[in-house]
């Protein structure tokens, strides 16, 4: 079945510092990939989301690549803040045709950006 | 802007209390999703409404259930809570194209964490 794998936490950067979380997917056919935000307390925020191969989202400097050929939608930031500790879901959602929506998530990952 | 609303945010209930949890949304979307999350993990479906059609998952406990009166609503009704069903409760809406196959984006409340006594 289909699964999304995700790079243990937490990940403690400082301010600035580049970050790169791993995301990883076993899936038939063509999912859309997604990444999901949520901040403490809050519900998920959609962060970005690619549909087909090559596809880069990006959002709030954030960017991620949908590469077919490594089943890989890993997340990058070039320079993060303090406002950016979260946790961070990969997801992965259709790629049949009896898609109904339904989101696999990974483990997820908490960022924590210390000053 | 169209969103996702639940409420209420906080619920405190006792032990084998029933309690319902609402969620509603302006986006007019056809699917909608129960999820339980518990500290960072990640939301664990617990069934979805196709429309009117629901679909539960095979380990959501009969404790359990939901409703969908229109397209706008849906209730997660508890029915006993127990200690361990404290968690954040998380609805979400997309669009989904029957057949198709294309991933649908969920969108998601702000969820309503629920206290057992």
């Known amino acids: 079945g289909n699964s999304v794998t995700q790079m243990e936490g937490p990940v403690t950067l400082s301010e600035e510092a580049f970050l790169t979380i791993n995301c990883t997917y076993t899936a038939t056919g063509y999912p859309s990939l997604f990444w999901y935000v949520q901040y403490p307390g809050e519900g998920l925020q959609l962060l970005l989301k690619a549909t087909k191969a090559d596809d880069k989202g990006s959002n709030k400097g954030f960017e991620a690549t949908y590469r077919k050929e490594t089943t890989s939608f890993h997340l990058e930031k070039g320079s993060v803040q303090v406002s950016d500790s979260a946790v961070y879901f990969c997801?992965?959602?259709?790629?049949?045709?009896?898609?109904?929506?339904?989101?696999?998530f990974g483990q997820g990952t908490t960022l924590q950006v210390k000053p | 802007d169209a969103m996702v609303i639940q409420n209420p945010r906080y619920q405190v209930t006792q032990f084998g209390k029933p309690v319902t949890l609402s969620c509603s949304q302006t986006?007019?979307?056809?699917?909608m999703y129960w999820y339980q999350q518990k500290s960072s993990q990640a939301p664990k479906l617990l069934f979805h409404?196709?429309?009117?059609?629901?679909?539960n998952e095979a380990d959501t406990p009969d404790n359990f259930q939901s409703r969908r009166p229109n397209t706008s609503f849906c209730f997660l009704d508890i029915r006993s809570p127990g200690l361990g069903d404290a968690a954040m409760y998380l609805c979400?809406?997309?669009?989904?194209?029957?057949?198709?196959?294309?991933?649908?984006?969920?969108?998601f409340g702000p969820g309503t964490r629920l206290l057992v006594l």
């Open positions: 979400a809406t997309s669009r989904v194209f029957p057949g198709t196959g294309v991933g649908a984006t969920q969108y």
């Open positions: 409404y196709y429309d009117k059609d629901f679909n």
């Open positions: 986006l007019n979307h056809n699917v």
């Open positions: 997801a992965l959602s259709g790629g049949s045709s009896s898609n109904t929506g339904k989101l696999i």
